[in-house]
């Protein structure tokens, strides 16, 4: 049985990542944890919500993407305050060893990428019909590849129809775009020790291709890692 996750379609928050380890910084983001009422980030470090312009709440055991200002340290001096500014739900997928049948999917972008907490996190884009409801699903298949030390990873977009009604209009004004936050466990894909690069296939629209514009797309994101 192959393993789908749903995502639903709403759009959710769009920015880029820029956070370092400055004592202040506006319009950070990052990949967090939300852990018995508190958030971490992948590192452990704390950050305490002293504003939440939100009023979204928080649900227990959840990872998140976020938008915040860090203030300076906290009363503990274990972390940061921080006004929590926006953010919006990050799926922790599984990767699932590739099938025979695993097809091509439906055609998204990456936005951004990185490395955090034994996880791959992902900023995944698509064009969707404005203001639609359909929820999207999402599966990603690994091969380990070990004569050439490498680990190739797969996202299959199904977008549930909706792709043959919008592919003729990418960036048309009747669509919008939709971002979607995912973290893939790949600690435990990589041999103890060992180094992998890091390669990363979808379906892509190449609007320049009329004949056949959804092409499979390989990018490598890493040459060197080691868990």
Same mark, same amino acid.
């Given at each position: 049985?192959?393993?789908?996750?749903?995502?639903?379609?709403?759009?959710?928050?769009?920015?880029?990542? /820029? &956070?370092?380890?400055?004592? +202040?910084?506006?319009?950070?983001?990052?990949?967090?944890?939300?852990?018995?009422?508190?958030?971490?980030?992948?590192?452990?470090?704390?950050?305490?919500?002293?504003?939440?312009? +939100?009023?979204?709440?928080?649900?227990?055991?959840?990872?998140?993407?976020? &938008?915040?200002?860090?203030?300076? #340290?906290?009363?503990?001096?274990?972390?940061?305050?921080?006004?929590?500014? /926006?953010?919006?739900?990050?799926?922790?997928?599984?990767?699932? !060893?590739?099938? !025979?049948?695993?097809?091509?999917?439906?055609?998204?972008?990456?936005?951004?990428? =990185?490395?955090?907490?034994?996880?791959? /996190?992902?900023?995944?884009?698509?064009? +969707?019909?404005?203001?639609?409801?359909? !929820?999207?699903?999402?599966?990603? +298949?690994?091969?380990?590849?070990?004569?050439?030390?490498?680990? /190739?990873?797969?996202?299959?977009?199904?977008?549930?129809?909706?792709?043959? #009604?919008?592919?003729?209009?990418?960036?048309?004004?009747?669509?919008?775009?939709?971002?979607?936050?995912?973290?893939?466990?790949?600690?435990?894909?990589?041999? =103890?020790?060992?180094?992998?690069?890091?390669?990363? =296939?979808?379906?892509?629209? #190449?609007?320049?291709?009329?004949?056949?514009?959804?092409?499979?797309?390989?990018?490598? &994101?890493?040459?060197?890692?080691?868990?």
């Amino acid at each position: 049985m192959k393993k789908w996750f749903f995502i639903a379609a709403a759009a959710l928050l769009a920015v880029s990542c /820029n &956070l370092d380890n400055h004592f +202040t910084q506006t319009n950070a983001t990052e990949f967090l944890n939300i852990r018995n009422g508190s958030i971490l980030n992948d590192n452990l470090v704390t950050y305490t919500v002293v504003s939440d312009e +939100t009023d979204q709440g928080w649900k227990n055991c959840t990872r998140i993407y976020a &938008l915040f200002d860090i203030t300076g #340290d906290n009363s503990t001096g274990t972390g940061y305050n921080i006004d929590l500014k /926006n953010y919006a739900p990050a799926a922790i997928i599984q990767a699932a !060893e590739r099938a !025979e049948d695993d097809v091509l999917g439906d055609p998204l972008y990456v936005g951004d990428y =990185s490395i955090s907490g034994g996880y791959l /996190n992902l900023i995944l884009q698509w064009y +969707t019909p404005y203001k639609s409801t359909v !929820e999207h699903l999402l599966k990603v +298949t690994y091969e380990d590849n070990a004569t050439a030390n490498t680990l /190739n990873l797969t996202i299959i977009h199904d977008a549930a129809g909706e792709s043959e #009604d919008i592919i003729s209009k990418d960036g048309n004004e009747n669509n919008s775009v939709h971002s979607e936050y995912i973290s893939v466990p790949i600690y435990n894909l990589f041999p =103890s020790g060992e180094i992998r690069s890091i390669t990363l =296939s979808f379906a892509h629209y #190449d609007s320049s291709d009329e004949e056949e514009p959804v092409k499979q797309q390989a990018i490598t &994101l890493y040459s060197s890692v080691r868990f």
